[in-house]
């Protein structure tokens, strides 16, 4: 069913509102994604909650990266999760207990909790487009001069120790790290993963969210093994056998996005910015000659333990529109408009093929449409002159931020809002749209 999508919002209205939730979500240092659901520092989140609070206060804005990239282990890694000290002990699983982070012999920061395994690197373009949002104030303080050394020291991490496939591409070892949590994309290669028994852990998620909304106990019992082995060899990437090693082109394209500006923040600081330029160009040739499937019009995922491609449709392989110079643009445009996505001609972008067999409007990653991927492929259209589309995505991205009370997730077809309200990076992404 075709959506028609409200375009009657109150502009001024909902820039207060996202304000609002952005500030309630502030803890004096960093931005919880959500007070119930999420109530720690989450590494992408914190990327997208910066380039929307660099439109209310920049100097906010660098505070939430810093205080992410304040998180850095010694050897580059940013940990998907920074552990917030003043939120009650068990508020949320897996916290600190489990990671252990002070254990490993890896070189966990020693000043706060955080977990061991990464996100998605949004934050070189974040801190890139939170520079210019007060270059003065930046300046001042000195923002890109102290996050350059540890936004390359991030991206050399993710080369070197996590170039698992061989190819040049960024693996992700957990679905976690995709940030896309249960998309039908880890099905397959999940299989594999004997789950942890069901009484040794306990879900702290469903005392906020449906059940129906979340993931399933049996993916919980693999997420827990999958991060206990890690954990359990020194979150060492050389040592682990890990059960599950993804390419990912979601990951690899903000990656790329990520490097483009940090050859720009190199720039302003007299750096040479050649070798960030190289670098996001041999992501993009290894990415399109590795990920991409012309059957498909789509990127897949790459299985790294069978060496296979993973023949689910989801908007990860869409992400890479944002990608500047992609040869296979015209032809990604086409599927992010077609039947599959209908971007523009449903609620937000859906996160996974809505012809699929495995969509589900209001679970999670498994169909319902996130502002965060939204904005990206909202970048992507417009970066590739699909400006009507865009507008329409924005229009339904802003429509359904004011009408779900900035949901979490929104069901591509009927517009309800799921998972938690007053979610930050709605709220930031909103901000962002409206700037
Ligand atoms: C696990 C915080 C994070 C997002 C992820 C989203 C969800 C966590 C969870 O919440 O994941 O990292 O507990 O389900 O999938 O993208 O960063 O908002």
Redesign the pocket.
């Known amino acids: 069913v075709d959506t028609t999508v409200d375009t009657t919002v109150d502009v001024e209205r909902l820039r207060r509102d996202a304000t609002r939730v952005l500030l309630g979500n502030w803890t004096g240092s960093s931005t919880l ?2 007070r119930t ?2 109530p720690h520092q ?4 914190s990327a997208f909650i910066a380039l929307g609070l660099r439109h209310v206060s920049p100097y906010r804005a660098q505070r939430e990266l810093e205080s992410m990239l304040g998180a850095q282990w010694a050897d580059g890694r940013l940990p ?2 920074a552990f917030h000290q003043a939120t009650p002990h068990g508020a ?1 699983f897996p916290g600190p207990e489990f990671w252990r982070s002070g254990d490993s012999g890896a070189g966990a920061p020693a000043g706060v909790p955080t977990s061991g395994i990464v ?1 998605p690197p949004v934050h070189a373009l974040a801190a890139w487009e939170t520079h210019l949002a007060d270059p003065e104030e930046s300046e001042r303080r000195g923002f890109l001069a102290r996050v350059h050394p540890r936004l390359a020291a991030w991206h050399r991490y993710l080369s070197k120790r996590r170039g698992l496939g061989g190819r040049g591409l960024a693996a992700i070892v957990h679905p ?1 790290e995709s ?3 249960n998309s039908p994309a880890w099905d397959a290669p999940l299989a594999r993963v004997v789950p942890a028994p069901a009484g040794t852990f306990q879900r702290r ?1 469903l005392d906020h969210a449906d059940v129906g909304d979340r ?1 399933t106990d049996l993916d919980y019992g693999r997420y827990v093994r999958l991060a206990a082995d890690y954990r359990d060899h020194d979150y060492d990437d050389g040592a682990t056998p890990f059960a599950f090693a993804v390419e990912d082109p979601s990951f690899n394209a903000l990656l790329v996005l990520s490097e483009h500006a940090l050859a720009r923040i190199a720039e302003v600081l007299d750096l040479d910015p050649e070798p960030h330029e190289a670098r996001a160009a041999e992501l993009t040739a290894a990415m399109v000659g590795t990920l991409y499937d012309p059957d498909a019009g789509l990127f897949l995922c790459r299985d790294l333990i069978n060496g296979e491609p993973i023949r689910e449709y989801g908007a990860a392989g869409l992400v890479p529109l944002a990608v500047p110079g992609l040869p296979v643009a015209g032809e990604l445009l086409r599927t992010a408009l077609g039947e599959r996505f209908r971007v523009g001609r449903v609620h937000l972008v859906p996160s996974y093929d809505l012809t699929g067999h495995a969509f589900e409007p209001g679970r ?2 498994r169909g319902p449409g996130w502002f965060n991927v939204s904005w990206l492929v909202h970048r992507g259209l417009i970066r590739h002159g699909a400006v009507g589309q865009a507008a329409a995505l924005r229009a339904s991205m802003l429509a359904s931020a004011a009408r779900t009370g900035f949901a ?1 997730y929104v069901d591509p077809h009927s517009g309800e809002g799921h998972g938690s309200r007053d ?1 930050s ?1 709605t709220a930031a992404t909103t901000l962002d749209l409206l700037a």
Not at 42 to 45: A, E, P, V, Y
């Open positions: 994604p959500s659901l999420y989450w590494s992408w989140d998907h999760i949320y996100q976690w940030g896309m949590d998620d993931p999670y990653w979490e979610f990076w």
